[in-house]
């Protein structure tokens, strides 16, 4: 059995749509995207008078002059994992004094390009293949919805999900970041909601574990130390890095030894490590550079190997 597993898209359009030709191109019996699926800001495109249009890009202002100049810009937008709209100046100044408003339109578009997303993946993927998608940290709870009522896709939190033999179960929560995001809490409480996944099956020999917070110091945790003031730490001109991820999942992992551990959110740290018996894999993330980063893990006989691919 052969899984292509990916995460972290972070809402980009063109590393979705090469998810959902990996698992052709792999030959994949089950296809996972697992964590961070939505993007971080709202695009507003300002339309000044008949095709003229301006953007903020990064803090800089764009002016678009052409049609195909703006369909351009929202391809490129949408790929970085933006949320582009077309608005008025007068409409654009409206909801700069409406946040209420602001954040329902948010999670509208997300919640429309999730869907989008979802019919990609049951009309490009092959219908032999089973499609797991589950929100990680970032993403809000206003697409949860979305994902368990789409009739091709597999949602499998809170559950064990039966995948060719294999039991998996599943875990979007992390330990504490410094961003304050949806679904994270303190190490202690991580490790009470792990426990609860695991009473879940009472043989973990063939287990699968589906968690988006990497083991600590497992080598798919290593990221750029951060000074209070959310900057990157350096010694000198050079910058300092260190373990972030969970030390319960790490210590879940060493008690119950499953087979396969699959892991993201740390973007940086792409790779596979073993923790006794246990593969566990994290294939990182380049969602703005349009790059989809996976791993093809083949399971057989209660052994599980994993090789990093590209798309």
């Known amino acids: 059995m052969r899984i292509f597993h ?16 990996a698992p052709q191109v792999f030959k994949a019996d089950v296809a996972m995207m697992c964590g961070d699926l939505t993007g ?60 209420g408003e602001v954040k329902e339109l948010f999670g509208k578009l997300m919640k429309d390009r999730i869907a989008e997303w979802l019919d990609m993946a049951a009309e490009k993927i092959p ?11 970032d993403d809000d709870w206003v697409i949860d919805d979305v994902i368990k009522n789409h009739p091709r896709i597999i949602y499998p939190l809170k559950r064990v999900v039966d995948v060719h033999g294999y039991p998996l179960i599943s875990l ?10 949806f679904r994270e809490c303190p190490d202690d409480q991580l490790m009470v909601k792990l426990e ?36 990157i730490s350096k010694a000198g001109a050079m910058e300092i890095s260190g373990p972030v991820g969970s030390k319960s999942v790490r210590a879940v992992i060493e008690k119950y030894q499953p087979l396969l551990s699959m892991h993201g959110h740390i973007h940086e740290s792409v790779g596979f490590s073993s923790i006794g018996r246990t593969l566990c894999i994290n294939p990182g993330s380049e969602y703005r550079e349009g790059i989809l980063k996976g791993f093809i ?9 994993a090789s990093r691919v590209e798309l």
């Open 6 to 21: 990916a995460c972290d898209p972070h809402g980009s359009q063109q590393t979705w749509e090469k998810m959902c030709r």
């Open 40 to 99: 971080k800001a709202i695009m507003p495109i300002i339309k000044e008078k008949e095709d003229r249009w301006y953007a903020n890009p990064h803090g800089s202002k764009k002016t678009i002059k052409k049609q195909k100049d703006l369909d351009n810009f929202v391809k490129f937008t949408k790929d970085e994992g933006f949320y582009p709209i077309i608005i008025t100046s007068d409409k654009f100044e409206e909801l700069k004094e409406k946040q």
């Open 127 to 137: 219908k032999e293949v089973d499609v797991i998608v589950n929100p990680g940290n």
């Open 172 to 181: 979007e929560w992390v330990s504490s970041t410094p961003w304050t995001t």
């Open 196 to 231: 609860e996944e695991f009473a879940r099956v009472n043989d973990h020999t063939n287990l699968l574990c589906n968690f988006h917070d990497p083991p600590f110091d497992s080598g798919l945790d290593t990221a750029p130390t951060l000074r209070s003031d959310h900057s």
């Open 297 to 305: 893990i083949n399971l057989d006989d209660g052994k599980a190997q």
